[in-house]
């Protein structure tokens, strides 16, 4: 029951994200300085609200301000903020049953049997890091190839 509570929790803090990222400020940044700005100002704030909410620098550039791109497009995308919310909704239910946050809920997780080199550790780590990189790289090009197409965010969503 905790588990199950736990994880209906992560729907309205997400929410609350996205209202307070992809709504009314990217929208009005978007409309006054355009989508690249929006994007990286919104990333650069979203991961700034991770670190003051306990995050290292280091994990909130490479998580929310990486996913960041990835929610941006999605609003600008869709015209609202329920596609982000989706994707930021699955993507934190999927990343504890995976293994990612944790071992309490995983379907599996990635264990080194004892005097595993650190080399191995490390590789780990750093596959972990091209990962998010391409993610990054994804929300870029994604972003460029909409606005590429002439696409304005303000066409297609206003708050």
């Known amino acids: 029951m905790a588990t199950a509570l736990g994880f209906i929790a992560i729907f309205p803090l997400a929410l609350m994200e996205e209202l307070a990222?992809?709504?009314?400020t990217f929208?009005?940044?978007?409309?006054?300085?355009?989508?690249?700005?929006?994007?990286?100002?919104?990333?650069?704030?979203?991961?700034?609200?991770?670190?003051?909410?306990?995050?290292?620098?280091?994990?909130?550039?490479?998580?929310?301000?990486?996913?960041?791109?990835?929610?941006?497009?999605?609003?600008a995308r869709s015209g609202g903020i329920a596609f982000p919310l989706g994707i930021h909704f699955a993507l934190n239910i999927l990343q504890p049953l995976t293994g990612m946050k944790g071992e309490e809920y995983s379907f599996w997780s990635l264990k080194y049997a004892e005097g595993t080199p650190a080399a191995v550790i490390n590789h780990t780590d750093t596959v972990?890091?091209?990962?998010?990189?391409?993610?990054?790289?994804?929300?870029?090009?994604?972003?460029?190839?909409?606005?590429?197409?002439?696409?304005?965010?303000e066409e297609s969503y206003s708050v």
């Open 21 to 24: 990222f992809r709504s009314y």
């Open 27 to 75: 929208v009005t940044l978007n409309k006054k300085y355009g989508t690249w700005i929006a994007q990286l100002v919104v990333a650069i704030a979203y991961a700034g609200y991770h670190i003051i909410t306990g995050w290292t620098v280091f994990s909130a550039f490479t998580g929310p301000f990486v996913w960041a791109f990835i929610f941006g497009l999605a609003a």
């Open 128 to 153: 972990g890091i091209c990962i998010q990189a391409a993610i990054l790289i994804l929300g870029l090009l994604l972003t460029a190839i909409y606005m590429g197409k002439g696409k304005q965010l």
